[in-house]
């Protein structure tokens, strides 16, 4: 699977906005107008060409095709990758963007819990299907470097699987959509598990 490594913080701001990921989304896979994904997505295209702009000229969507269409051009647009990581790098102290880092790590936990909160309480107990509710755990692990690089392979894989359901045009009836924040980092408190 293709991936591409985010090495500018300006990347990794529009990759933690929720709406910019679905805009990701629905350009990933087959190259597609703003237009089909704005129609996908049931909003209207006007509202998404300054964010796809923007992902553009950041080098996160790439233009593949323009076509003459009634005396405007068509713009084919498609992700640069399957599947988008931050170099660790980027959030290494030594890069002189601190502030702006935590600034949007602070707001994608935001917008994380304005999701969950906003979901828990549309559900207020209305489901039957546990698989409704959201999944969420905090976790503390301790194991060796093999074990350790072993778990992340496993979430690599698991990431690999998601990223096939995230680029699948699933429209039928029962299809369904799940976000999700995943974080998983080192622990140099010296806390015991």
């Known amino acids: 699977m293709e991936?591409?490594?985010v090495k500018r913080l300006e990347q990794a701001k529009l990759l933690s906005d929720p709406f910019k990921l679905k805009l990701l989304e629905g350009f990933a896979?087959?190259?597609?107008?703003?237009?089909?994904?704005a129609d996908r997505m049931g909003e209207k295209a006007p509202r998404l060409y300054r964010h796809v702009d923007a992902l553009a000229e950041e080098g996160l969507l790439k233009l593949v095709e323009e076509r003459p269409k009634r005396g405007t051009i068509e713009r084919y647009y498609t992700t640069v990758a399957a599947r988008f990581e931050v170099d660790p790098e980027l959030f290494s102290p030594s890069t002189g963007n601190e502030n702006e880092m935590v600034d949007m790590i602070r707001s994608l936990f935001r917008d994380t819990e304005s999701d969950l909160l906003r979901i828990i309480n549309e559900q207020e107990g209305d489901t039957d299907?546990?698989?409704?509710?959201?999944?969420?755990?905090k976790v503390a692990i301790r194991g060796s470097r093999d074990e350790i690089a072993g778990l992340r392979r496993k979430l690599d894989?698991?990431?690999?699987?998601?990223?096939?359901l995230a680029t699948?045009?699933?429209q039928s009836e029962d299809s369904v959509s799940y976000n999700g924040l995943l974080a998983f980092y080192p622990d140099d408190t010296g806390k015991q598990v």
């Open 3 to 5: 991936t591409y490594v």
């Open 29 to 37: 896979g087959k190259p597609s107008t703003t237009k089909q994904v």
């Open 129 to 137: 299907n546990p698989d409704d509710l959201p999944l969420v755990m």
């Open 157 to 164: 894989s698991w990431l690999e699987a998601c990223e096939v």
């Open 168 to 170: 699948a045009d699933d």
